[in-house]
C-alpha cells in the first residue's frame, strides 16, 4: 500500500527557515516524480514544486521560486522541501504528493501545518 | 500567470445531476491540459477523482466522470449521494507547472 507521510511542520518566525521531509513507502520510490502541494488556512489548493524521479528537472511556482528548495533522496525513499525567507503567506498544511504518468497526482500524504508567525 | 476558474459553488438535490467546470485564462482547454479533479472534505487531504480528462482510478465512484465541454474541463456527478459534499478542485498541467482551480463548494441538499 502506498505511503506518504510529511513531517517537519512547525511554528516559524518570519524570515527564517524550515525543512519538510515526507517519508515514502509501498512503491518503488525512484521510478516516481513528486510533488509538494499547500493549502493555506481556508483557502484552496497551491502547486508549489515539482522534482523528476532522478533530480533531473525541477519545477517551481512563482510564489515560492528563489525561496525554496525542492530535492529527495532516493536511497532513503524521501522528499525534502528546504523553505527559506517565510513570510506569513507561507502559513499552510503542506502535502506531498505522487506524480504519475499522464500528469497526475495519484497519492497524497495527509499533510504537515507550517505556521509564520512572530 | 493562467488563472483556471471554477464556479465558487453549486447545490444539488440527492440523487440530481450536477456538472462543475474548469476554465483556464489562457484559452480553451483540451486534453494536453490534462485536467485532474480532486475531492476535498473538511480536515482530510485531497482524494483524487478524475485524471486526463476522463480517466478514473480505481476507487473512484462510478457516478463521477470527466469531460471537456464547450473548451472547459467538466465534472459531472450522475445519483449524487449525500457523501459527496465536499470541495471539489480541478488541476491543469501547463507545462513546466501546474495550476489548481479556485475550487468548487458543493452542497447537497
Known amino acids: 500500500e502506498v505511503h506518504l507521510v510529511e513531517s517537519g511542520g512547525a511554528l516559524v518566525q518570519p524570515g527564517g527557515s524550515l525543512r519538510l521531509s515526507c517519508a515514502a513507502s509501498?512503491?518503488?520510490?525512484?521510478?516516481?516524480?513528486m510533488n509538494w502541494v499547500r493549502q493555506a488556512p481556508g483557502r484552496g489548493l497551491e502547486w508549489i514544486s515539482y522534482?523528476?524521479?532522478?533530480?533531473?528537472?525541477?519545477y517551481y511556482a512563482d510564489s515560492v521560486k528563489g525561496r525554496f528548495t525542492i530535492s529527495r533522496d532516493n536511497t532513503r525513499n524521501s522528499l525534502y522541501l528546504q523553505m527559506n525567507s517565510l513570510g506569513a503567506e507561507d502559513t499552510a498544511v503542506y502535502y506531498c504528493?505522487?506524480?504519475?504518468?499522464?500528469?497526475?497526482?495519484?497519492?497524497w500524504g495527509r499533510g504537515t501545518l507550517v505556521t509564520v508567525s512572530s | 500567470q493562467t488563472v483556471v476558474t471554477q464556479e465558487p459553488s453549486l447545490t444539488v438535490s440527492p440523487g440530481g445531476t450536477v456538472t462543475l467546470t474548469c476554465a483556464s485564462s489562457?484559452?480553451?482547454?483540451?486534453?494536453?491540459?490534462?485536467p485532474n479533479w480532486f475531492q476535498q472534505k473538511p480536515g482530510q487531504a485531497p482524494r483524487p477523482l478524475i485524471y486526463s480528462t476522463t480517466n478514473k482510478y480505481s476507487w473512484t465512484p462510478a457516478r463521477f466522470s470527466g469531460s471537456l465541454l464547450g473548451g472547459k474541463a467538466a465534472l459531472t456527478l450522475s445519483g449524487v449521494q449525500p457523501e459527496d459534499e465536499a470541495e471539489y478542485y480541478c488541476?491543469?498541467?501547463?507545462?513546466?507547472?501546474?495550476?489548481f482551480g479556485g475550487g468548487t463548494k458543493l452542497t447537497v441538499l
Open positions: 504528493a505522487r506524480g504519475a504518468t499522464l500528469f497526475h497526482f495519484d497519492y
Open positions: 509501498g512503491f518503488t520510490f525512484d521510478n516516481f516524480e
Open positions: 489562457a484559452g480553451p482547454l483540451n486534453s494536453a491540459y490534462y
Open positions: 488541476l491543469l498541467y501547463r507545462g513546466g507547472g501546474w495550476v
Open positions: 522534482i523528476s524521479s532522478v533530480s533531473s528537472t525541477k
